[in-house]
């Protein structure tokens, strides 16, 4: 509706069919049709300029009425009830006085910046994440966390490139999983290259202990029950009957069950005593990577007939330990 240059009446003056018509007939100054005319239930009239009116159509539910960013007309905004549709609904910033909905999360998400930095979003807390007992906590990737359910009884947590989160369960390797002794059950006098005879693995005394599968042993020759760092250890005692005598106690390894090396060299002597003892011992780390080829034996070696090793079937006299000390 526009405005004319109004006229002012007095008290009690008529207002004649030539005024009437001149303003609000037909043909009269004041336009029924202009946009200022509120048309529909909801509208809103305002001011565009002096004396000069429009129309602001009705705005949609729960909007509200501010003033547009250039200040210059009224305008329909979102407001926090028309954003907010979602019982657990987040209202931000998309961008200067522009308000925008952030759905709700899933159950136990935590709210925090995306990686541009620019909005809020949900992400996965450890509440979240973690599902059962004894889940673990990993990353998938750089600020990515990530579940790990649990693992087996008795698996080990083990650093892995080619799984999602990086870590794995795994059965646990290494460790100490052999550990068997042998030793000479009966006296024998000079030199044994290798020791054959007499062999026999610890039964006695009560308390007696083997760890995972034992050592076999054919002909002197020992073997291995898997591959692996075995440490060795062979303790020799000897008897002297006269002086001036010495005693070795060998071992000796192969990688290829034919070739055998010399790996330890250790002497005993004594000079002069008579009826007298000794004890010497030797060890060595030997990598089993074979366990048909990989195989030791021992040798005594004496410098005459008068000395005497000593064994016994109760005890541990002269004797060999077998420790498994982790894989090859």
């Not at 308390?207 to 060795?232: H, K, R």
Request: one cysteine or more; glycine letters at 10%; aromatic letters at 10%.
């Amino acid at each position: 509706m526009a405005y004319t240059s109004g006229v002012d009446y007095s008290t009690g003056q008529l207002i004649s069919a030539s005024i009437w018509n001149s303003y609000l007939g037909s043909g009269g100054s004041v336009d029924l049709t202009a946009t200022g005319i509120v048309t529909t239930a909801g509208d809103t009239t305002y001011a565009t300029g002096s004396k000069v009116l429009a129309r602001l159509p009705a705005g949609s539910a729960r909007q509200t009425l501010s003033m547009n960013s250039g200040a210059s007309a009224p305008e329909w905004v979102a407001s926090s009830r028309s954003i907010l549709t979602t019982a657990g609904d987040v209202m931000y910033a998309s961008s200067n006085f522009t308000p925008a909905r952030l759905a709700k999360g899933t159950s136990r998400q935590t709210l925090s910046m995306n990686s541009a930095a620019t909005s809020p979003e949900w992400t996965d807390s450890p509440a979240s994440l973690l599902t059962a007992k004894a889940d673990v906590l990993s990353a998938s990737a750089a600020n990515t966390p990530a579940r790990l359910g649990v693992g087996a009884n008795d698996t080990v947590l083990t650093a892995d490139s080619g799984e999602s989160t990086g870590l794995k369960w795994a059965a646990a390797a290494g460790g100490m999983t052999v550990a068997s002794q042998w030793r000479i059950s009966a006296n024998f006098d000079g030199d044994e290259n290798p020791v054959t005879s007499n062999w026999e693995e610890v039964d006695a005394p009560a308390g007696f202990g083997v760890l995972g599968s034992s050592m076999t042993e054919s002909s002197g020759v020992f073997t291995f029950p898997s591959t692996g760092y075995y440490f060795i250890e062979a303790v020799g005692q000897f008897y002297y009957d006269s002086g001036h005598q010495y005693s070795s106690f060998m071992i000796y390894v192969t990688t290829d069950n034919s070739n055998y090396n010399i790996a330890t060299n250790p002497n005993q002597g004594q000079d002069g005593t008579s009826n007298y003892y000794s004890n010497l011992s030797s060890s060595f780390i030997f990598d089993v990577t074979s366990t048909s080829n990989c195989k030791c034996r021992f040798r005594i070696s004496q410098q005459d007939d008068n000395v005497t090793t000593m064994g016994d079937s109760n005890m541990n006299e002269t004797f060999v330990t077998f420790l498994r000390l982790g894989d090859t």
